[in-house]
């Protein structure tokens, strides 16, 4: 990664699945669960979009596939396909790979401040992290949805709480666009993303990338 060293950076913002959860497959699984009920050809295209669109909130997603993959309304509405979806994914939020060396490297960057912005919802997310015992690495706080990534970026540099430089550690091009939002660099993260054509996208934006959370060490 030639001259980068993540100790430069006054503000660190990751996003969730894929970074710092091992969750992406979790969260897939739930999506192709709750769209079931419609049948599995539509559950499919269902979990094609999803993946194509990585980091975009359960909110839209659903909406999504009533508006244009749904052709008709004979299974749960908006509401039941967000209670179905937080049902099947929380279990395994609770249960799935923590990223390596998260502990070593917020030692590593003690005068960085650290925040999630993640498409994951917010309440959820903030449960998750503090069962966990991940939620005391984040002093500037963790947030998601029903807010979009780039309306939570933008505020919280508005109120001051993103400082610079502010780097992104995400796995999706949406996470990419969001940085972009507020200037902020971009680190993709690559194990964990179910982004296909990922290689080539890092090659054409001439992003900089790692594995894991470890490889920063």
Request: hydrophobic residues 35%.
């Amino acid at each position: 990664m030639n001259s980068f060293n993540i100790v430069n950076y006054s503000t660190l913002i990751f996003d969730c699945d894929g970074v710092l959860l091992n969750s992406n497959n979790v969260k897939t699984e739930a999506f192709y669960r709750a769209t079931l009920p419609y049948g599995k050809e539509k559950a499919k295209s269902f979990v094609k979009y999803h993946k194509m669109n990585g980091g975009i909130s359960r909110y839209k997603k659903f909406q999504y596939f009533l508006d244009n993959i749904s052709d008709c309304r004979n299974g749960p509405d908006l509401e039941g396909l967000l209670n179905s979806y937080s049902e099947n994914v929380i279990e395994g939020l609770l249960s799935c790979e923590i990223a390596e060396g998260l502990s070593s490297l917020r030692e590593k960057t003690l005068s960085s401040s650290w925040m999630v912005v993640s498409g994951g919802d917010q309440k959820e997310l903030r449960c998750v992290f503090k069962k966990r015992g991940l939620d005391g690495f984040f002093d500037k706080g963790i947030f998601g949805s029903p807010a979009t990534k780039e309306d939570i970026l933008n505020v919280k540099l508005s109120d001051g709480e993103i400082n610079n430089p502010a780097i992104f550690l995400g796995d999706s091009k949406y996470d990419y666009i969001a940085s972009q939002s507020i200037n902020a660099d971009f680190l993709f993260v690559r194990d964990w993303s179910e982004l296909n054509d990922a290689d080539s996208w890092i090659a054409e934006k001439k992003l900089k990338s790692i594995g894991r959370i470890k490889d920063l060490l």
